[in-house]
Nanobody
Framework: QVQLVVSGGGLVQAGGSLRLSCAASGRTFSSLTMAWFRQAPGKEREFVAAAHWSGGSTYYADSVKGRFTISRVNAENTVYLHMDSLTPEDSAVYSC???????????????WGQGTQVTVSS
């Protein structure tokens, strides 16, 4: 079993930045493809970004490309999501997920952490 603990989030003004963290345990971190998803009220959950287990590639949703950066630090068993140029449309509950040996374009993830609220004020 993989446990994922998310931290970060909060309230930020439009144009600001925020960083989310997701710490994993229960499995060798370097075997996990890590991803971030988000869900806004009344909307379906959507993919945000993923980092391949090998550390060799990342993948982003078009809506965040160029503004968000996913990074992983295997020594810390942690994946980060750095969010810049935030807009109110980025407001959502952000969740971390993990898939052993997964593709960055995987459409399903086996393990999920709790969500954290990100609110961007205009």
């Amino acid at each position: 079993q993989v446990q994922l603990v998310v931290s970060g989030g909060g309230l930020v003004q439009a144009g600001g930045s925020l960083r989310l963290s997701c710490a994993a345990s229960g499995r060798t971190f370097s075997s996990l493809t890590m991803a971030w998803f988000r869900q806004a009220p009344g909307k379906e959950r959507e993919f945000v970004a993923a980092a391949h287990w090998s550390g060799g590639s990342t993948y982003y949703a078009d809506s965040v490309k160029g503004r968000f950066t996913i990074s992983r630090v295997n020594a810390e068993n942690t994946v980060y999501l750095h969010m810049d140029s935030l807009t109110p449309e980025d407001s959502a509950v952000y969740s971390c997920s993990a898939q052993p040996w997964g593709s960055v374009k995987a459409d399903s993830y086996d393990y999920w952490g709790q969500g954290t609220q990100v609110t961007v004020s205009s």
